[in-house]
Each structure stands twice: as structure tokens, then as C-alpha cells.
């Protein structure tokens, strides 16, 4: 498959500061390509540079076949892009702001078609600063597409919205997947980029950490099945003495061991029962994407601030 | 330059700015306020003759009658007669007046017996009709000594004035408001769309599409000098209908309303660059503004100000507007108005290269 998107080797610093540190990455055509990492990460710095905002330091960068800094009148024809903090006019209604994109475009639109496509409909002739949050997110991915473009930036476009404000612009963007269009996302939400991202790259401090598709990352960096089961300070024990190793108590009350098959999980029930010990339910479980992002980022986000992580209880990282 | 571009802009600039009553306000109404209020406070009849209070202590006779008849003959002061009783220093002070006359006793014998008298003459040095009362009282007095002694005046006065025809303070007033139109909306404006641009990283965004900086700037260069019509015209016809203004119109004023608007969008847009958020943004405009509304011939001729603030309003930009538009409007003095143009039109270039420059759509 062709590549729409080709880094290598980019760096970017402000003053000092080294923003990007070396990263490469390739994204296919019609594929969504997420980077994931917490505010600072360097995501937007990256972005911006792809998509000729800024100028890069050092490395090579194509997008669509162009270098966005020496070529970005020609390549801003064949993209769009929904900037991170999307605004527009406070007095201007998504009708009319879309038919100003389209003049300034030179193309003929239905800017009804559009509305309806990102489900907007309904606004149509609500001005800008009356529109809920999600409302102008999807404004923004309107003005996005008047050009038709090939490929899509959208740079954290379901920061600060409520979660049912947030899941419809991912069925949006889903569909902008089924047609075929090329999107690279940033985010900061782990589940987001689960979902729609055939592949990951997440970022930390200026670097790429590792990439791949989310399946291909929690299989590399995940630590594989474990068996969750209820019950408190008396279960624990009880697999600590048997000799299995690696059980942790999380704050739920419940207490998780990592297995490899059937007969580890039959040996694990065994070992409590014979101990005498009261126990609830019992599932098996594997790591998510989040969960490797805090093993190779030593943190959690909230709202794309990076939160410390605290120490688990017999747990190896 | 691509025109559909240029109007594409201009239009949703246009739509926001008619969308933003408070913005229309301080472009078309408030100059119109501004002309009917100075207008009124300085054009209305009757209104340039000066209260003078009288205290007329010998009352009876016919000689303080002619005095005081004189008096307003004058056409400068209105003589208000008050009651002998008290003092009139004290009556003055405690109606916070400023200008009074006391006709002393016996007034009218000692005038007719050739003997010396004083009438006194109370005024404020602080308010600025002293020197009109002073001025007006001796010279009824010295008609009354000449009538007394029989004699004509050797030296008389013909009035004449510079032009062909009489200027009033609303003749000066419609193009130094005029001027603030040109100064206030394009200024006030682009300083904050300027910082609110950059703020909301609107450059940015609208560097991801076809249109250009030079379009951008045309499609506003365009709007202010549409807006600067419209004062024109407003500022023109309520000068002239409400207030009798006394005005000459001619071609050359067009350019004065191109190059102004362009001056001050620079002006404004530069201020909004260099300055780091929407408030610091805000308070430098107002710093660059103010003293140019006022010094620079908005309100009153620049000839009644102190000199050393006079040499000061030729460094201000808005001067030569403002000069530029008298010489056309009030005085037809059409070769110093080019000269005006050409300092503004110089000015607005500087301003506006440095502006363009200074403008990045993108960042390094």
C-alpha cells in the first residue's frame, strides 16, 4: 500500500527544548494513524510540521508526496485539518462558514451534505458561539472536508467534550475511515485511539516509544492473560504460598495472576480452595492499550496530563 | 491576488461586523453622537455671548441704563441685572458664576460732572471668557469717554476674515470627526482581531487554505474604507443640515478616505503582533489613541492649543488627515492638502510594510 505520510528522522527544539527527538513513522493510505501521548509529548509540534505550520529542524517528511514546508500552498488543496482548539467567527453560522471555506477553495459544495455528513444538520443555522462543543468540533471537521481532501489532521478533536458529544465524532470519523480517507489523529484518550486507530505510535517527551497496530503493542508490551479473581487478603496469601508467582492486589478487592494456560488457571483454583479461603467471581482478563501505555510511559492521563502512577503490590513492571 | 478570495473574506468580515452591534455602534453612531453634542455645545445660537452678572447701584439713573444697554449691544455679553442688596463678589461665589459688574453709587453724577469713576469688574482667571468680559467692559468704557468729552474715534476697525467666507467651530469640527472615524474603527478593531486572531490561532487555520496574507489584508483595507465613507457621509450631512456646517467637497478627499483607513489598520494590526495577549494588546492601543484623538485637530483647531503641543500633533499621524481634510473641506486650500496626502500616504506605507512583515501566518 502506498505511503500518504513518510517520517524520518524529524527533530524539532524551541530554543532549548528539544520538542521532537528523531521519530519515524509511515502512514498508509486510507488508514488512521493515531498519536497517542500526554499534553507536551510533542504531538501537535509534530503535526504542525506535517502539515507545513512550522518548520522542522532536521529530517525528511513527505505528505502526499510533498514537503509540507516548501510545498504547503499546493499540498493545503489536498488536506484538511481541524487545528487543536478549532474556533471560527462568534457571528458566523456552519452554513456560511462552510460556503467561505468553498470560495476560498474555488469548489462547488453542498454545504447541506456536509452538515449532514458530520451530523450537523441541526445547527445549520445556529451561530458559532452558540454551538455546544461538540457541535463546533464537528464544525471544524465540516471545514475539514469542503476541499474533499485525502488526507485528514485532526489534532485532539474530542478534547474537552462530554463522553456522548465524544462518541459521535468517532462514529464521524469512522465513516471518513470507510470512505477511504487517510486520517492522522492525535489524542490523548486511550480508548479513542483503541478504537479507531489501525495504528499507534505513542509519544513521550519528543519520542516515539513504540508504534504498530494497537493489537501488535499490547501483545509486544502487554504481560499476556491473568486470571482476576474476588476476594481479599486470604486469597492472596493463599496463591502467594502455593508458589505462583506475580498475584497483586488491586483496589478493588480483588486479586490478579498472570496465566499461560488451562492448567495454570486449574492449579490457581485448586491452591485457594485447598487453603479453606472464601472467593467471588473469577474471569480472565489481558492488558489494554492503556495499560501498556503505563507500563512505557510510568503514568496515567487525565484530560492529557500525565498522573504518576502508584507502586502495585506485588507487581513487577 | 485573487479577487473572489479577497470578496469571500471581505464578506464574512463584513457579516461578523454587522453581526457585532457594539462594533457598528462606536464606527457610525458614536461619531454621530459626537457631532450633534459639540455641535449643540458650540454652533447653537446665541450661545457664543458670555453671562455677565450686574450689580447696578444707581439704579435710577438714565446714564447705568445706557451703560448696561451698551453692554449688550455688545453681542458678546448677556447681561443678567441682579438686586443691590448684597455683595456681588459674594452672590457670584455662591452661585458659582465667574463674570459680574458693579456700577458704583452716583455713577451717573460723577460721569456727568466730569469726575473719575470706576466701575469693578469681577472675573475668574481660570475661566476662559475673562478675557472676552475684560475686554468687552472697556470697550463700552471708552466709548463712554469719548461721548463724554465730545470727541469721534481717530482709528477705526474693518472685520475681515481669511476666507471668502466665515469659518465656524462646526466647520472644523465635521472633518476633525471625520478624522476620528478614520483614527477609531480600523484602529480599535484590528488591534483586537489582530490579538484575537493570534490568540485563537485563527492565522493559523486560515493559512491552511488558499487565502493569502496580502487578501486577507485587501478584504479589510476594503471594509474600513467602506466604513470611512459612511462616516463621511453621515458627519456631512448632520454638519450641514443640523448645524448650517460650511463645506467644500472635492475629489481629492477620496484618497484622504483610502490611505487613513490604511494607516490606522496597520497601525492597529501592528500593535496586535507585537504585544503578547488580548488585554496588553487593548491598553497599548488605547496608549497610541487617545492622545492622537485629541491632539491631533479632532475637536478643536490645532492653532488653539499651546505650541509646544502643536509641535507635537505634527508627529502624530492622524494630524495630517485631519489638516489634509480641512485644507479640502474648510479652507479649499488644495496644494496643502496634497501635501498632507503625501505625508499620510508615506506614513500608511511605512506602517503597512512593516505591519506585513511583521505578520506571520506561519511559524519558524
Redesign the interface.
Known amino acids: 500500500m502506498a505511503s500518504a505520510i513518510i517520517v524520518d528522522g524529524l527533530e524539532k527544539s524551541y530554543g532549548t527544548k528539544k520538542a521532537v527527538n528523531c521519530i519515524s513513522f509511515n502512514v498508509n493510505q486510507g488508514e488512521i494513524f493515531s498519536l497517542l501521548g500526554p499534553n507536551g509529548a510533542g504531538k501537535t509540534t509534530t503535526v ?1 510540521i506535517l ?5 522542522r529542524d532536521a529530517g525528511r517528511i513527505e505528505v502526499l508526496g510533498m514537503d509540507p514546508w516548501r510545498q ?2 499546493e499540498l ?2 489536498r ?1 484538511g ?1 481541524i ?10 453560522k456552519p452554513v ?1 462558514a462552510i460556503q ?2 468553498a ?4 469548489v462547488k459544495v453542498s454545504a447541506q451534505k456536509i452538515l449532514e455528513k458530520v451530523i450537523l444538520e441541526e445547527a445549520a443555522d445556529t ?1 458559532f458561539e452558540d454551538l455546544s462543543g461538540g457541535q463546533r468540533q464537528k464544525l471544524g471537521l465540516a471545514l475539514a472536508l469542503v476541499n474533499d481532501p485525502e488526507v485528514l489532521f485532526l489534532d485532539e478533536p474530542t478534547t474537552g467534550l462530554d463522553p456522548q458529544a465524544r462518541r459521535n465524532l468517532w462514529n464521524v470519523i469512522q465513516g471518513l475511515k470507510e470512505g477511504g480517507r487517510t486520517v492522522l489523529l492525535t489524542t490523548h484518550y486511550l480508548e479513542e485511539a483503541e478504537l479507531l486507530a489501525d495504528k499507534v505510535a505513542i509519544m513521550n517527551h519528543g519520542e516515539i516509544m513504540t508504534s504498530g497496530t494497537p493489537e501488535e503493542i499490547v501483545s509486544k508490551y502487554g504481560s499476556g492473560k491473568k486470571i482476576v479473581i474476588k476476594g481479599g487478603e486470604g486469597v492472596y496469601s493463599a496463591i502467594v504460598r502455593s508458589g505462583i508467582s506475580g498475584a497483586f492486589r488491586n483496589d478493588n478487592g480483588e486479586v490478579s495472576v498472570p496465566v499461560r494456560d488451562r492448567r495454570d488457571i486449574i492449579s490457581l483454583v485448586t491452591s485457594i480452595e485447598s487453603a479453606g479461603v472464601t472467593w467471588g467471581d473469577i474471569r480472565t482478563e489481558e492488558d489494554s492499550l492503556e495499560d501498556v501505555f503505563v507500563k512505557l510511559v510510568g503514568g496515567t492521563m487525565d484530560e492529557g496530563e500525565l498522573r504518576s502512577k502508584g507502586v502495585r503490590e506485588g507487581n513487577s513492571p | 491576488m ?1 479577487l ?2 479577497v ?3 471581505f ?2 468580515y463584513r ?2 461586523y454587522l ?2 452591534r457594539l462594533g457598528l455602534f462606536f464606527a457610525l453612531a458614536f461619531p454621530v453622537i459626537f457631532i450633534l453634542l459639540f455641535g449643540a455645545i458650540f454652533s447653537g445660537a446665541g450661545s457664543s455671548s458670555v453671562a455677565v452678572y450686574v450689580q447696578n447701584l444707581d439704579a435710577n439713573s438714565n446714564v447705568s441704563a445706557a451703560f448696561i444697554q451698551s453692554l449688550n449691544s455688545t453681542g458678546v455679553l448677556n447681561v443678567k441685572v441682579v438686586d443691590i442688596s448684597g455683595n456681588l463678589s459674594n452672590y457670584l461665589l455662591s452661585h458659582s458664576l465667574s463674570n459680574g459688574i458693579v456700577i458704583p453709587r452716583g455713577f451717573a453724577s460723577d460721569y456727568e460732572n466730569g469726575k473719575s469713576v470706576n466701575v469693578t469688574v469681577y472675573t475668574d482667571p481660570a475661566d476662559s471668557t475673562s478675557g472676552i468680559v475684560l475686554g468687552a467692559v472697556s470697550g463700552v468704557i471708552n466709548g463712554f469717554n469719548l461721548k463724554r468729552v465730545g470727541a469721534s474715534p481717530v482709528v477705526g476697525l474693518n472685520s475681515a476674515t481669511v476666507n471668502a467666507h466665515s469659518t465656524k467651530y462646526i466647520d472644523f469640527l465635521v472633518p476633525g470627526l471625520i478624522g476620528f472615524s478614520i483614527l477609531t474603527s480600523p484602529m480599535f478593531s484590528m488591534v483586537n482581531v489582530t490579538a484575537e486572531y493570534k490568540k ?3 492565522f ?2 486560515l ?5 493569502t496574507k496580502g487578501e486577507w489584508l485587501v478584504s479589510k483595507v476594503i471594509w474600513y474604507t467602506i466604513l470611512s465613507f459612511a462616516a463621511f457621509v453621515l458627519m456631512v450631512f448632520f454638519g450641514t443640515a443640523v448645524f448650517g456646517a460650511n463645506l467644500r467637497l472635492s475629489l481629492i478627499i477620496i484618497p484622504f478616505l483610502i490611505a487613513g483607513p490604511t494607516l490606522f489598520i496597520s497601525l492597529g494590526m501592528l500593535v496586535g503582533i507585537v504585544t503578547k495577549s488580548i488585554e496588553s494588546a487593548g491598553v497599548i492601543g488605547n496608549i497610541i489613541t487617545f492622545p492622537m484623538m485629541f491632539l491631533s485637530g479632532t475637536f478643536f483647531p490645532i492653532s488653539t492649543m499651546p505650541h509646544f503641543l502643536q509641535l507635537v500633533a505634527r508627529f502624530l499621524p492622524l494630524y495630517y488627515v485631519i489638516a489634509g481634510l480641512n485644507d479640502v473641506m474648510v479652507f479649499s486650500n488644495i496644494s496643502t492638502a496634497y501635501y498632507n496626502l503625501a505625508v499620510t500616504v508615506a506614513i500608511a506605507a511605512v506602517i503597512f510594510v512593516l505591519a506585513a512583515r511583521l505578520f506571520k501566518w ?3
Open positions: 504542525e502539515e507545513g505550520l512550522r518548520e504547503g500552498y493545503h488543496k488536506i485539518v487545528p487543536q482548539g478549532f474556533s471560527f467567527f462568534d457571528k458566523q456560511e467561505y471555506y470560495e476560498l477553495f474555488g451561530v | 485573487n473572489k478570495r470578496y469571500a473574506d464578506k464574512v457579516r461578523e453581526r457585532n485563537f490561532k485563527r493559523k487555520q493559512s491552511l487554505t488558499p487565502l506561519k511559524e519558524k
